[in-house]
């Protein structure tokens, strides 16, 4: 698996690649599981039950790193925060941005395209729970690391949904930009900003999950305040 995401030539291949995975017994159960049973709501529906790739042009300067694919959004609809209460706040925090040219992001044939950015998830299979095991996340890290070489010539800014997203940065930066990652780390907190030498700046922001968004723990203009700031540092107009 670490061969084959080195070896995807591009954005395209790494995708289709990706959801040929079938390297963590656990994810690749739960992930047929949750297909073959479904919710009610989408029992008529055919699941998609696989890894899920990235969305977005291969020219980003902003990457939105995620956690990892919903139950019955991505792993149901094959995109990423699509179809999801989760992809709701998202997509239309990136419309007011000007970064996706819809508000909604229900269907992987909806026409929903993003303008400079990526996103795309540190474990690309649904968890139980939505918790990876540090094995799971350490296997699916090479996925992602691929995925920030091949946008790496534009990219310049790093959005981490959540703490998780923002500890699977420091790998990406050993492994593809040749960084020792700071020491101590820093800590992850809405609004927080790391920049280092030559590499894409850092911006944390809570996680877009319901626990967050239904409690006003993360509210739209927190989310407004976070793309702005992306937009600032990547030079997106
Ligand atoms: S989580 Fe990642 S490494 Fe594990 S099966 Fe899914 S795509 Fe493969």
Not at 128 to 137: I, L, V
Not at 170 to 185: A, C, I, S
Request: proline share 8%; with cysteine; charged share 20%.
């Amino acid at each position: 698996m670490v061969a084959r995401a080195a070896r995807a030539t591009d954005l395209t291949d790494l995708d289709g690649a990706v959801g040929d995975c079938f390297a963590c017994p656990r994810l690749v159960a739960w992930r047929e599981e949750v297909a073959r049973v479904k919710r009610a709501a989408f029992r008529d529906q055919d699941y998609w039950g696989r890894p899920v790739p990235g969305l977005g042009p291969p020219d980003a300067r902003i990457a939105i790193l995620g956690l990892a694919p919903a139950a019955h959004g991505g792993n149901r609809t094959g995109r990423i925060f699509t179809g999801d209460r989760s992809g709701d706040v998202l997509f239309a925090a990136l419309h007011r941005a000007g970064l996706a040219n819809q508000p909604t992001s229900v269907a992987a044939d909806d026409g929903l395209t993003l303008r400079e950015t990526r996103i795309f998830s540190a474990v690309r299979c649904a968890p139980p729970d939505n918790k990876p095991t540090p094995a799971e996340r350490d296997t699916c890290a090479p996925w992602a690391h691929r995925e920030v070489e091949l946008i790496r010539p534009t990219l310049r800014v790093v959005v981490a949904l959540g703490a998780f997203a923002w500890a699977a940065w420091w790998p990406v930066l050993r492994q593809v930009y040749g960084q020792r990652p700071p020491t101590p780390r820093p800590v992850f907190g809405h609004g927080a900003h790391w920049s280092g030498e030559s590499v894409p700046a850092l911006l944390g922001c809570y996680h877009v999950s319901q626990q967050n968004t239904f409690t006003g723990r993360l509210t739209p203009a927190m989310l407004d305040d976070v793309f702005t700031r992306a937009k600032q540092l990547s030079g997106v107009d």
